[in-house]
């Protein structure tokens, strides 16, 4: 973090708690309107060094990671991130044509976890070259987690809501997985956001029983 500014002096104490006091800068409500993208500015706003991207990983063994495919909604995205920080995947691994983890929305949506989340983004091509690749993928049609233990390791596959997963991924799967909706009172599907939150509790709980 290089700068911090600050339009809401309430926030001073708190900031002056974790980060150097010379590092925060009192500017107008106005000034803060100008600066941030965000329609309603909380009152603070940070300056930070974008973090060197992560190592893509050599092997997929012993390792629980999303791949996401072409998710495309930055709040999704940043829910995702967030999931993924919550549950300690060890990766959340991106096709070039996800919305960029660093857009304002996806950050803000993350609440941090984009920071903290290894993340990097892979072709398909590459993904499925990874040793010790166990593929499985979230849909409808899949086989209900109800009935299956989570496997140990592996990557699970979440794919855009409104086109669903690539062919060059779903002719390489291991298995298809489905969240059972057998109460549903009429919903077709779940949002991506949170298949992956009801996917992240199945898979990181009940494999480390």
């Known amino acids: 973090m290089e700068t911090v500014y600050l339009s809401n002096p309430d926030y001073r104490e708190l900031l002056a708690e974790v980060v150097d006091e010379s590092s925060i800068s009192s500017i107008s409500p106005r000034e803060m309107h100008q600066l941030s993208q965000m329609t309603t500015p909380p009152?603070?706003?940070?300056?930070?060094?974008v973090p060197e991207p992560s190592l893509v990983p050599t092997?997929?063994?012993?390792?629980?990671?999303?791949?996401?495919?072409?998710?495309?909604?930055?709040?999704?995205?940043?829910t995702i991130l967030r999931i993924a920080d919550w549950f300690g995947l060890d990766y959340v691994l991106l096709s070039p044509d996800c919305v960029d983890i660093y857009n304002h929305k996806v950050l803000q949506a993350s609440m941090g976890s984009?920071?903290?989340v290894r993340t990097c983004t892979l072709e398909i091509h590459d993904l499925l070259?990874?040793?010790?690749?166990?593929?499985?993928?979230?849909?409808?049609?899949?086989?209900s987690i109800n009935s299956m233990p989570p496997p140990a390791s592996g990557v699970i596959v979440l794919g855009n809501e409104s086109l669903g997963v690539s062919g060059a991924l779903m002719h390489q799967v291991g298995a298809l997985l489905a969240i059972p909706g057998d109460r549903s009172l009429?919903?077709?599907?779940?949002?991506?956001?949170?298949?992956?939150?009801?996917?992240?509790?199945?898979?990181?709980?009940?494999?480390?029983?």
């Open 186 to 209: 009429g919903a077709e599907s779940l949002n991506v956001a949170s298949a992956a939150a009801v996917m992240a509790a199945w898979w990181v709980n009940r494999s480390s029983d």
């Open 59 to 78: 092997s997929m063994q012993h390792l629980h990671a999303f791949y996401l495919d072409a998710i495309r909604d930055p709040g999704n995205l940043g």
């Open 114 to 116: 984009a920071f903290r």
């Open 129 to 143: 070259t990874l040793d010790g690749l166990q593929l499985f993928v979230c849909d409808t049609g899949g086989t």
């Open 43 to 49: 009152g603070v706003l940070a300056v930070c060094t």
